[in-house]
Antibody, heavy 119, light 109 residues
Framework: QAQLVESGGGVVQPGGSLRLSCAAS????????MHWVRQAPGKGLEWVAF????????YYADSVKGRFTITRDNSKNTLYLQMSSLRAEDTAVYYC????????????WGQGTLVTVSS | QTVVTQEASLTVSPGGTVTLTCASS?????????PNWFQQKPGQAPSALTY???SRHSWTPARFSGSLLGGKAVLTLSDVQPEDEAEYYC?????????FGGGTKVTVL
């Protein structure tokens, strides 16, 4: 069973930046696509971004395109989400999730990290 | 902007059957959307239930089944148990990006 541990959340002012990390273990990280998914307080799930196992392809939700960047370091078994130009509506718990296979998304999840955008 | 629509809430009796649907604003949901279903209980991270329309993960009970019907993705819960009370989300593939539905709150009463 995969272990995914998110970190880097906190309080940031509107317009600010933050980098989230997701430390992966108990599986071969370099072999799997990875997602970021967020959930605003009391709201539903929102898919944020995906990165292919080798980092060669990345996709983003329209709501974050141009502001967020997903990357990975397979040598460190770590997934990242660089967030900039943050807005109040970006306030959410951010989860990282691992594919089971190609086009079998988010089979296993971390416990999430809370990002609060507020002045 | 693509919108994926689910019922807001459904109620089912223990031992009963309930059907959840997932529709796309772009047209009929097909196998090419690789429909997925997830369960989320309060205070917990989501848990994957089914993928590629009708395949179950190894940990998913057989009472959860996915299908396509009438241009929508469908999740059927049979012999519903009290522990099935949760929020359920579908997830559809759009050739690169994925989009979640708004979620269905299933109450077992």
């Amino acid at each position: 069973q995969a272990q995914l541990v998110e970190s880097g959340g906190g309080v940031v002012q509107p317009g600010g930046s933050l980098r989230l990390s997701c430390a992966a273990s108990r599986f071969t990280f370099s072999g799997y696509g990875m997602h970021w998914v967020r959930q605003a307080p009391g709201k539903g799930l929102e898919w944020v971004a995906f990165i292919r196992y080798d980092g060669s392809n990345k996709y983003y939700a329209d709501s974050v395109k141009g502001r967020f960047t997903i990357t990975r370091d397979n040598s460190k078994n770590t997934l990242y989400l660089q967030m900039s130009s943050l807005r109040a509506e970006d306030t959410a718990v951010y989860y990282c999730a691992k594919d089971a296979l190609v086009l079998v998304p988010a089979a296993e999840w971390g416990q999430g990290t809370l990002v609060t955008v507020s002045s | 902007q693509t919108v994926v629509t689910q019922e807001a809430s459904l109620t089912v009796s223990p031992g009963g059957t309930v059907t959840l649907t997932c529709a796309s604003s772009t047209g009929a949901v097909t196998s090419g959307h690789y429909p997925n279903w997830f369960q989320q209980k309060p205070g917990q991270a989501p848990s994957a239930l089914t993928y590629s329309t009708s395949s179950r993960h190894s940990w998913t009970p057989a009472r959860f089944s996915g299908s396509l019907l009438g241009g929508k993705a469908v999740l059927t819960l049979s012999d519903v148990q009290p522990e099935d009370e949760a929020e359920y989300y579908c997830l559809l593939y759009y050739g690169g990006p994925w989009v979640f539905g708004g979620g269905t709150k299933v109450t077992v009463l």
